[in-house]
T-cell receptor, first 114, second 113 residues
Framework: DTEVTQTPKHLVMGMTNKKSLKCEQH?????MYWYKQKAKKPPELMFV???????INESVPSRFSPECPNSSLLNLHLHALQPEDSALYLCASSSPQTGNFGYTFGSGTRLTVV | KQEVTQIPAALSVPEGENLVLNCSFTDSAIYNLQWFRQDPGKGLTSLLLIQSSQREQTSGRLNASLDKSSGRSTLYIAASQPGDSATYLC????????????FGKGTTLSVSS
């Protein structure tokens, strides 16, 4: 298995809703990432998990809450989002334990906040 | 602070042309450089990964080179096809950012038949 799987592919949520994005990989990668991408912009780093511990939080608002329950799974919990949070949310993984560090990205979740 | 620049921002070519996409970075202290392809509204597909100790990587019609000392990489696409139309992103893993990738803004390529 050489894929990063993200669910759902599309999500529409109201500003008072609570939802979660899910990311899964079975490549044995021990680093996982959340990126946010607005239209016609490059991806921007949100969070880095290394060996299931949060190692980087790029000053992301607290309405975004990451969770890494195990080495294969990464969640992003969403609460009280704003319309400007509408974007493509990308999950990625890499293998720091092998020194390769090449990233594998998922296909993303297209989030619309109404 | 590491910055990544891609030139040109957009490129239109007829089918069959060979083309070069450019990427430059300001800090040569990188672990690796990775080229990605992104189709509209989709995720990123990794094309080539060049470790800091390597000079180039090849995959099919694609060849990427890395000159770390001058802070430059090029992606060469041979015999372009309409299916190559996409945005191409260059990203570096820089010592200042741990294992996070720093992206350029991308080159949007359009290949006409």
């Amino acid at each position: 298995d050489t894929e990063v799987t993200q669910t759902p592919k599309h999500l529409v949520m109201g500003m008072t809703n609570k939802k979660s994005l899910k990311c899964e990989q079975h490549m044995g990668h021990r680093a996982m990432y959340w990126y946010k991408q607005k239209a016609k912009k490059p991806p921007e780093l949100m969070f880095v998990y290394s060996y299931e511990k949060l190692s980087i939080n790029e000053s992301v608002p607290s309405r975004f809450s990451p969770e890494c329950p195990n080495s294969s799974l990464l969640n992003l919990h969403l609460h009280a989002l704003q319309p400007e949070d509408s974007a493509l949310y990308l999950c990625a993984s890499s293998s720091p334990q092998t020194g390769n560090f090449g990233y594998t990205f998922g296909s993303g979740t297209r989030l619309t906040v109404v | 602070k590491q910055e990544v620049t891609q030139i040109p921002a957009a490129l239109s070519v007829p089918e069959g042309e060979n083309l070069v996409l450019n990427c430059s970075f300001t800090d040569s202290a990188i672990y690796n450089l990775q080229w990605f392809r992104q189709d509209p509204g989709k995720g990123l597909t990794s094309l080539l990964l060049i470790q800091s100790s390597q000079r180039e990587q090849t995959s099919g019609r694609l060849n990427a080179s890395l000159d770390k000392s001058s802070g430059r990489s090029t992606l060469y696409i041979a015999a372009s096809q309409p299916g190559d139309s996409a945005t191409y992103l260059c990203a570096v893993m820089s010592s200042e950012a741990g294992t996070a990738l720093i992206f350029g803004k991308g080159t949007t390529l359009s290949v006409s038949s």
